[in-house]
């Protein structure tokens, strides 16, 4: 029995050497190689924003005219909030110089609506701060001004998360512009259905997974056939091995990805 598990593991390991050596694996295992250093050593700045759907707070009922909400002493026909959360996904950060002056960062609707307040929920770390000023533009469309408060910078993952109350239509557009230097393209929306599920793996668990699965197919193969090498196989053997090495591979690179996720996302959004 000890000769035979030293045969098998003498072919895994001969197969192995063989694979590792040769010229399209040395050659993606290189290319691998420059890719992760380049991701690892590049750095900019990248502003994002993500916006939840709306809630409805109060609204008025057509033919109630007893029912009216009042906010600040006028009357207004409803009362809707959304989340908007603001950060840094960059590994360089965004000093608060970098903001232009002329176009300074703002949080805007898509269509003319009433801004009622604005509260800052939370930030990615108790010294960072921001101020914030609702505005009315030339338009009437309106928007919030935001500014970072002393002398602050937003690192990787530094940013906030505003509230915004208002009233008006909610099948409208939310967006954060402004200049940043450094980052021609301005802010970037994501989306928070996604920020929000960091449970589930990033894409790529999908071309691994395979990957891992045809690498990994062959070798335990080998394995079962020399333990079962004077014994008969049948086409179920087979098919239920690949299930079980298959759903064992799953679940151990979904486990992996998952504390992965939590690296591309600001973990103080998700609290």
Not at 38 to 44: A, I, N
Not at 227 to 236: A, D, G, K, M, V
Request: charged share 20%; hydrophobic share 45%; proline share 6%.
């Amino acid at each position: 029995m000890i000769d035979q598990n030293q045969t098998t593991l003498n072919k895994v390991l001969r197969y192995t050497w063989t694979f590792i050596k040769h010229p399209l694996t040395i050659l993606a295992i290189g290319i691998l190689v420059a890719l992760s250093i380049y991701l690892l050593s590049r750095k900019e700045k990248e502003p994002v924003f993500t916006i939840s759907l709306p809630d409805l707070v109060a609204q008025t009922v057509p033919g109630e005219e007893k029912l009216k909400i009042i906010w600040e002493n006028k009357e207004i026909q409803n009362a809707a909030s959304v989340k908007i959360a603001i950060w840094n996904d960059g590994s360089q950060f965004i000093d608060k110089n970098d903001f232009a002056s002329t176009e300074p960062m703002r949080i805007v609707p898509s269509e003319k609506v009433s801004i009622l307040a604005v509260q800052m929920l939370k930030t990615s770390r108790p010294s960072l701060r921001f101020d914030t000023i609702i505005e009315t533009s030339p338009d009437g469309i309106g928007g919030v001004l935001i500014k970072i408060k002393g002398d602050e910078a937003l690192e990787k993952f530094d940013g906030a998360l505003f509230h915004i109350l208002f009233s008006g239509s909610q099948n409208i557009n939310w967006k954060v512009i402004g200049r940043i230097k450094g980052a021609p393209e301005g802010f970037q929306p994501k989306d928070w259905a996604k920020i929000h599920s960091t449970r589930y793996p990033p894409k790529i668990w999908v071309l691994i997974v395979p990957g891992c699965l045809a690498l990994g197919l062959p070798f335990s193969i080998l394995i079962i056939g020399d333990r079962r090498r004077n014994q008969p196989r049948h086409w179920y053997d087979w098919i239920n091995f690949i299930i079980m090495l298959g759903g064992l591979e799953y679940l151990f690179l979904r486990a992996i990805f998952i504390e992965l996720s939590y690296k591309f996302v600001p973990l103080w959004l998700l609290k």
